[in-house]
């Protein structure tokens, strides 16, 4: 079987998320919680969906600012429910709001959602799947798996023949420090 990093290289929409997206450690909020509600999103359709339609997610959601999005209301759902060029799934939308109240809620209680992951890493994906189901909502196993990946939480996103895993090696992400540490996934 093909690994993303056999297939995405000169592809026109996997090839520059690979490239430049996939696996590298994020520290931004605003980042981090686009990225939840893109994996979101994606459950149930294919990655290059949401790679055809992330602009349009991101004017959608106000630039992914969790303090705006977590302002959203009911007028806005209906809103985006109405919008054609996103994913117009009731549960996902309700899911992007509610989340961006709960992160605002961890970035009250401790500072940020970047200092937050931190906090409670190192973990195994179950025990993240079960701290992110208590924590939010729309996160199951295969969202909060490849959201922690895409984000150098969790390894497996290149594989170490790729050239893109030593560039995201040298930025130590999550993961890499954790096994230095003799942390085993």
Not at 19 to 27: K, M, N, T, V
Request: with cysteine; aromatic share 12%; charged share 30%.
């Amino acid at each position: 079987m093909a690994s993303y990093c056999d297939i995405a290289p000169g592809h026109e929409w996997h090839g520059p998320y690979h490239h430049s997206q996939y696996g590298f450690p994020i520290a931004d909020d605003n980042l981090l919680f686009e990225r939840l509600i893109l994996e979101i999103n994606q459950a149930g359709l294919s990655w290059l969906t949401i790679l055809k339609r992330q602009d349009a997610f991101r004017k959608a959601f106000r630039g992914f600012e969790i303090e705006k999005v977590a302002r959203l209301s009911g007028r806005d759902v209906e809103r985006l429910m109405q919008d054609e060029t996103i994913i117009r799934n009731r549960m996902k939308i309700e899911a992007t709001i509610e989340n961006a109240k709960r992160i605002k809620a961890i970035q009250r209680e401790t500072g940020s959602f970047a200092g937050w992951l931190t906090s409670h890493h190192p973990k195994r994906k179950d025990e993240w799947v079960t701290l992110f189901r208590k924590t939010f909502v729309f996160t199951g196993g295969e969202i909060v798996g490849e959201f922690l990946m895409s984000i150098g939480y969790l390894p497996g996103a290149h594989h170490a023949g790729c050239p893109v895993y030593k560039r995201v090696a040298r930025l130590k992400p999550a993961w890499a420090e954790a096994e230095k540490k003799g942390f085993r996934y």
